[in-house]
């Protein structure tokens, strides 16, 4: 396993980041600013630069990558996870490693986990997509809760979830009380393009109890690998899929759950009778400008990879600071990247 010297690296990735910096332009008094031209891969987002300082490293013996997940973790820092059980914090600035703890299930197995939430109390909400279940982990990766997961969305033969198909994004809405998970793939017998969104609601003794279900409507042959709060209460998601000899799509979107039907009580979905999440189209990545970066097998945009977390990490003047990576799944054709856009919601 190669590992690099991380200091130089992410030293020369910062500089990259610098020169890439996107540009805005004041627009009319109160408004939004506009997005430069040379870096907007829309009108809603622009990308202010990549990083790959990361790809095929090491820190502390422990491979730096298959990451799933990413989240602020308030001491200046961002939580990263790995769907090979091991959770990181990078320094917010460089992204260099500065701790990684590793998870377990009940019996010390290896998780897969895919989805990461830092709670108010600094404990992570982890999901992992195999049985699917939820735990609440301390920053030591001891064990604290497990939160209840329905039947239905259990993986076969005990639900009806996909094997590798099931909990994939995890965010925390802004009031701390309703927390979020999206399944990647539809349940077998539901519509193929109606995937699930569950939600918990927070107990007085800071337990979780299951709370609404919701119905989103996933671009064909599109999953959902991730789904993050914004500060007003909406979602981002994530929609990727993938094609061989063509590569990856990975397109953000804004959704609203808050008029859409609760389906928790619906064994079998279509698209007939029911309000699903509303969405909006932000921006295909595709269409971002690809800033020099190259790609180890064929995509659409060299910037393209398996685009898989997201956090946001700031607002400046309307606008979102939201930090996306790709999991790499520790493989030859995939890249361990790192990319920092502005988000008009």
Avoid at 41 to 51: L, R, T
Avoid at 166 to 190: I, Q
Avoid at 247 to 253: K, M, Q, S
Avoid at 260 to 268: I, L, P, R
Wanted: contains cysteine; aromatic residues 4%; charged residues 20%.
């Amino acid at each position: 396993m190669h590992t690099r010297t991380l200091r130089t690296a992410l030293a020369t990735a910062t500089a990259g980041l610098a020169a890439a910096t996107c540009l805005t332009a004041a627009g009319p008094a109160g408004a939004s600013p506009v997005v430069a031209a040379r870096n907007a891969c829309s009108s809603s987002v622009a990308i202010d630069g990549f990083s790959d300082a990361l790809d095929k490293t090491t820190f502390q013996d422990t491979y730096v990558g298959n990451f799933s997940a990413l989240a602020t973790d308030g001491r200046g820092s961002i939580a990263a996870l790995s769907d090979r059980s091991a959770l990181f914090r990078l320094d917010a600035k460089t992204l260099e490693p500065k701790s990684v703890v590793a998870l377990a299930d009940e019996s010390g197995a290896a998780l897969d986990s895919e989805g990461l939430v830092v709670d108010q109390d600094g404990t992570y909400l982890v999901s992992s997509e195999t049985e699917p279940s939820v735990r609440r982990y301390s920053r030591t990766g001891k064990i604290l809760d497990t939160l209840p997961v329905p039947a239905a969305l259990r993986t076969t033969p005990t639900g009806r979830g996909q094997s590798n198909g099931t909990f994939e994004g995890l965010t925390l809405l802004p009031d701390g009380k309703t927390l979020v998970a999206s399944m990647e793939y539809a349940l077998s017998g539901d519509d193929t393009n109606l995937v699930r969104v569950q939600t918990w609601q927070r107990t007085k003794n800071n337990h979780f109890r299951l709370g609404a279900q919701y119905a989103y409507q996933v671009d064909a042959g599109l999953g959902v690998p991730e789904v993050t709060a914004t500060p007003d209460g909406r979602l981002l998601v994530l929609e990727r899929g993938f094609t061989s000899g063509v590569g990856n799509t990975v397109r953000l979107y804004l959704a609203d759950p808050r008029r859409a039907t609760d389906v928790s009580g619906t064994e079998t979905l279509t698209a007939t009778g029911i309000r699903t999440v509303k969405k909006t189209l932000l921006t295909d990545v595709a269409a971002c400008p690809s800033l020099g970066a190259t790609a180890k097998q064929p995509q659409p945009n060299p910037l393209l990879d398996n685009i898989e977390g997201m956090a946001v990490t700031g607002r400046t003047k309307g606008r979102l600071d939201v930090l996306l990576v790709s999991d790499d799944n520790q493989g030859t054709t995939q890249t361990t990247r790192f990319y920092r856009l502005r988000v008009r919601v």
